[in-house]
Antibody
Framework: QVQLQQWGAGLLKPSETLSLTCVVNGVSFNDFQWNWIRQSPEKGLEWIGEIKHRGSAKYNPSLQSRVSISVDASKNQFTLKLRSVTAADTAVYYC????????????WGQGSLVAVSS | DIVMTQSPLSLPVTPGEPASISCRSNQSLQHSNGYNYLDWYLQKPGQSPQLLIFLASNRASGVPDRISGSGSGTDFTLKISRVEADDVGVYYCMQALQARTFGQGTKVEIK
């Protein structure tokens, strides 16, 4: 059974770096795209970026200057870092698996609420 | 950037009746390979989104055949032939042709 379990700090101060990790259980880490998506009342669902097991990443152009996604295939996990956060980065963050050929995001993590407040 | 627009934003439905949601993009989602890179997701209350339809018209595993997707280019539709109580939630379309962007969501609730 495929499971994505995510964790990370839930409360940050402005200018700090958000860091979330997603571990994948029950499936080979290879052959898929590993995504981060966030959801806020203001912006709805917003794609942050994705990475493949070999480490090639793509990012949302609006976040590209502040975001990085890395992968540790030996641990079946991938990590999101978002630098210089502001209140506008307050959201529920999800990790999700993308199938080859862009055939949809078929498994999602449980979501992590990250709040940015001074 | 590709902008996705859904309508309606709210859809009260009667169990047993059909329902339809529209999704439009500001540029064609059809790749040169012929596929339309448009997915549909349902987010049930308190849950993560779940994949319903990929490549405009292909049902994901476990999705009942009363749920279907259609369309090409810039106009897409999600149809539920007979609504059930378990179908309530917010439906999103998402394009995957250039990066990924989501529609605003359509909230489906029982009348």
């Amino acid at each position: 059974q495929v499971q994505l379990q995510q964790w990370g700090a839930g409360l940050l101060k402005p200018s700090e770096t958000l860091s979330l990790t997603c571990v994948v259980n029950g499936v080979s880490f290879n052959d898929f795209q590993w995504n981060w998506i966030r959801q806020s009342p203001e912006k709805g669902l917003e794609w942050i970026g994705e990475i493949k097991h070999r480490g090639s990443a793509k990012y949302n152009p609006s976040l590209q200057s502040r975001v990085s996604i890395s992968v540790d295939a030996s641990k079946n996990q991938f990590t999101l870092k978002l630098r210089s956060v502001t209140a506008a980065d307050t959201a529920v963050y999800y990790c999700a698996r993308g199938r080859p050929g862009d055939w949809g995001l078929d498994y999602w993590g449980q979501g992590s609420l990250v709040a940015v407040s001074s | 950037d590709i902008v996705m627009t859904q309508s309606p934003l709210s859809l009260p439905v009667t169990p047993g009746e059909p329902a339809s949601i529209s999704c439009r993009s500001n540029q064609s989602l059809q790749h040169s390979n012929g596929y339309n890179y448009l997915d549909w997701y349902l987010q049930k209350p308190g849950q993560s989104p779940q994949l319903l339809i990929f490549l405009a018209s292909n049902r994901a595993s476990g999705v009942p055949d009363r749920i279907s997707g259609s369309g090409s280019g810039t106009d897409f539709t999600l149809k539920i032939s007979r609504v059930e109580a378990d179908d309530v939630g917010v439906y999103y379309c998402m394009q995957a042709l250039q990066a990924r962007t989501f529609g605003q969501g359509t909230k489906v609730e029982i009348k």
